[in-house]
Structure formats: C-alpha cells, structure tokens
C-alpha cells in the first residue's frame, strides 16, 4: 500500500492538488478525515493526551458523513498510545482502498502537518507532499475564507492570517531535506500544470495518467456537502492574484509585506 498524505497552510491549493491525484484512475482519495488533527499540535502536549470520546466521536462521525463502511473494529476505544491510533486510522484507510481494487491512496487534511512525525513513527514509507503558496496570496484566501466563513476558519485579524502561514510555512520548509517529503507550488499548478503534475508524480513512483488533468468530474468525491469553500474547486485551475489587493489597503498590503519579505519560496521552482 502506498499512503501519500496532502498537508500545508489551509487555503494553498490543497483541495486541487488532492483533487488532480485523486483523478488517477490508481488513487484512492476520501473527503478531509481530521483523524489526527484533534491532537495536540505541541509534542509535550501530545504526549500526556489520551484517546477517548473524542477521537471516536471524529472517525465514526466521519464514517457516517461520508457513507463509508463503519469500522468500528479498528477503532481503540480508549488509548494512551498515539502510535496505536495511528495504526487503527490508517487500517481504516487502508481497508476503503483496498474494497474499491486499489493500493495508492491519498489522504488530505492539511492540519496533519502537525503530526508527520508521529504517522512516520508508525509507517515509516509514508510519503508527505507540502503545497506551497505565494504569502499574499495565502494570506488574503485565508483571510477572506474568515470573514466568509467564521466557524471554520478562526482567524480574526489579518495579524492573526499572518501568524498562521509563517508558522505553517515554517514547519514545512523544516521538513525541505526529509526523506519522503516533497514539495508542490500552488503557483506551478496554476501556470503549468501538466509538467508539475509529471514530475511530482514522478517522484512519488506513479506513472502519470492524462485524466489528471481532467479533474472536475471527481472533485465531489472528495469534498463534503457543507465544505462551501471549496466550491471553486469545480472550476478550470486558476489563481486569483487580484484578491490581494481587493480586499486590503496599501497600508495593510505594506504591513503584510513586511511581515513575510523573510520567507523565500523561490527554492522550489523547479525548470
């Protein structure tokens, strides 16, 4: 079984890019499972947490959303081991890919980038892709997904969108020499997506399919009925460039700027 897991800053092009691979007549994709993004983002934390209520309430809701067999067997109903649950989630996984004649899946939530060491623990082989996106541009879908969508998305403040994608941006770059972690531009999708798509599926060990391209067919099955933001996922790829300076002031555009001129994501362009 090959296990690729889509992590990043929310709103860099992660529903797209899961969207392009799960187009691979090979790949099996799911809906954002969140299976591990209720743990704590801190190890400290992580280690003293256990699983309970929560965590079951999060895969068997889950199962039920989405209409899928509810494997209750390979749910822990109480455990102080994070690899334990690791192992049970993936099971699930494993066995939805396994049912529909496959042995790739993709699994995408991108908060799971706080957890790549502990899936890694587990399942050494587990192949991370980060999707990258230009800092204004991240910044103002994030911002805007906030005001459109509060009780999704919980920053406030423009202090608070910038905080987040220089933190998120930082644990990926972190993991830039990490074996079996690799790196998508959003930007790359957009502007050549067939070569981008060729060579990260190259590196990954799959053979490229041309109806990757022709991804909008299949984007339902990844995205749930109440994920509304998503719903420009449907669309021919393309980037909106003008909502940064649609919806900020020169001044807040300035003070944004400033904020990120250190972040350099130039080293993943790739001829």
């Given at each position: 079984m090959k296990r690729i897991f889509i992590i990043g800053i929310a709103r860099s092009g992660s529903t797209l890019l899961q969207s392009i691979l799960a187009s691979h007549p090979k790949i099996q994709s799911f809906p954002e499972t969140h299976f591990f993004s209720f743990l704590p983002k801190q190890k400290i934390f992580r280690f003293f947490s256990f699983i309970s209520i929560k965590g079951n309430k999060v895969v068997e809701d889950y199962l039920s959303r989405n209409k899928l067999n509810k494997n209750n067997k390979y749910v822990p109903l109480f455990t102080f081991s994070k690899k334990k649950w690791v192992r049970k989630m993936v099971k699930i996984l494993d066995s939805i890919t396994i049912k529909n004649k496959k042995m790739i899946w993709v699994e995408k939530t991108p908060l799971h980038l706080y957890h790549t060491d502990l899936i890694k623990s587990v399942y050494?082989?587990?192949?991370?892709?980060?999707?990258?996106?230009?800092?204004?541009?991240?910044?103002?879908?994030?911002?805007?997904?906030?005001?459109?969508?509060?009780?999704?998305?919980?920053?406030?403040?423009?202090?608070?969108?910038?905080?987040?994608?220089?933190?998120?941006?930082?644990?990926?770059?972190?993991?830039?020499?990490?074996?079996?972690?690799?790196?998508?531009?959003?930007?790359?999708?957009?502007?050549?997506?067939?070569?981008?798509?060729?060579?990260?599926?190259?590196?990954?060990?799959?053979?490229?399919?041309?109806?990757?391209?022709?991804?909008?067919?299949?984007?339902?099955?990844?995205?749930?009925?109440?994920?509304?933001?998503?719903?420009?996922?449907?669309?021919?790829?393309?980037?909106?460039?003008?909502?940064?300076?649609?919806?900020?002031?020169?001044d807040e555009q300035n003070f944004i700027n400033n904020k990120i001129n250190n972040i350099d994501l130039n080293i993943f362009n790739y001829d």
């Open positions: 050494q082989e587990t192949f991370f892709i980060h999707i990258l996106r230009n800092g204004q541009d991240n910044i103002a879908s994030l911002f805007d997904a906030s005001i459109k969508y509060p009780d999704t998305f919980k920053q406030k403040s423009i202090e608070s969108c910038i905080n987040r994608y220089k933190k998120e941006i930082n644990i990926s770059l972190a993991n830039k020499n990490k074996e079996n972690h690799f790196f998508v531009r959003f930007e790359d999708i957009v502007s050549n997506p067939k070569k981008t798509i060729e060579n990260l599926i190259k590196q990954l060990n799959i053979e490229y399919h041309p109806d990757m391209i022709n991804f909008q067919d299949n984007v339902s099955d990844i995205i749930e009925k109440n994920e509304h933001w998503k719903e420009g996922n449907y669309k021919e790829i393309q980037n909106n460039n003008n909502k940064f300076s649609e919806i900020f002031s020169i």
